[in-house]
């Protein structure tokens, strides 16, 4: 992902509640009873952390960003709580040490490249018996990634061939990848896919889901004039890729791929 992206933790959290369904599931399938240490690494609005908190209460509560906007704002919107440590972290950079419970990534590893280097990485972070659980988007095959491309690809300017040689190759491998990465390393490995039929309401809802996510190097690398024009062309194709249902609603078919590894 291009350095310079800013995240808009509003925006971001427009969609929370269909946000939040998968990282509950996934979530919900740790089986750790009493862990020391747990982290939640890509902690966005901190929801996941802070029932970390309520789950564990002996536990120590790591959680951590690459955006301090996010942090700033997961923070804010908290009683305060005194076990759970907020950290501004480079995924890239970050080696962990083997004190780790629960490792729990959700929607945050997409973002980053290298997989058959970062998921080793993270289980060497993880204590016997430690747990690996990670969500990721499968969208890059999507209509609406596909159209968010194509209207890169349509600007012509410096700045959009870096974003469409960024937007170019998926980040997320199919199921199959992730067990040759991670069955030699682990005791036990699952790995399912789900796909959401999410319900969106109101003008151009998809462009909106986007602009949450996908569409904040976009948002951060193009000039002003640009992000105009872009977001014209965008929403029109968009609008195309998924009209609107009888009753006015959109349905947004959302691809996931989830892995729970005990190390």
């Not at 952390?49 to 996010?70: F, G, T, Y």
């Not at 997961?74 to 004190?99: K, S």
């Not at 659980?133 to 968010?148: E, F, G, K, N, R």
Request: net charge negative.
């Amino acid at each position: 992902m291009p350095t310079s992206t800013t995240w808009d933790p509003a925006q971001y959290h427009r969609h929370s509640d269909l946000r939040l369904r998968p990282a509950l599931e996934l979530f919900s399938r740790i089986s750790a009873e009493s862990p020391s240490l747990v982290h939640d690494i890509g902690t966005g609005g901190g929801e996941i952390a802070r029932l970390m908190a309520l789950r564990w209460p002996e536990a120590n509560v790591i959680a951590s960003d690459s955006s301090q906007e996010m942090l700033d704002a997961a923070q804010d919107t908290t009683a305060p709580e005194t076990r759970i440590r907020w950290e501004l972290l480079d995924l890239n950079e970050w080696q962990p040490t083997p004190t780790h419970d629960v490792i729990y990534a959700n929607a945050v590893l997409h973002w980053l490249p290298d997989h058959a280097e970062i998921f080793p990485r993270l289980v060497d972070g993880l204590t016997t018996g430690g747990e690996l659980a990670v969500q990721m988007p499968m969208s890059w095959w999507q209509p609406s990634h596909q159209a968010i491309r194509q209207t890169v690809a349509a600007m012509s300017t410096p700045e959009a061939d870096q974003l469409a040689a960024f937007m170019a190759t998926p980040n997320v491998g199919q199921p199959s990848q992730y067990y040759k990465i991670l069955r030699p390393l682990v005791s036990d490995l699952d790995i399912w896919t789900t796909e959401y039929q999410q319900v969106l309401s109101g003008p151009d809802p998809v462009f909106d889901w986007v602009s949450g996510s996908i569409l904040r190097p976009v948002f951060t690398q193009l000039p002003a004039p640009e992000v105009e024009r872009f977001s014209t062309m965008c929403r029109r194709a968009l609008r195309d890729a998924y009209p609107p249902q009888s009753d006015g609603t959109t349905l947004f078919p959302f691809k996931r791929l989830s892995i729970v590894a005990h190390q």
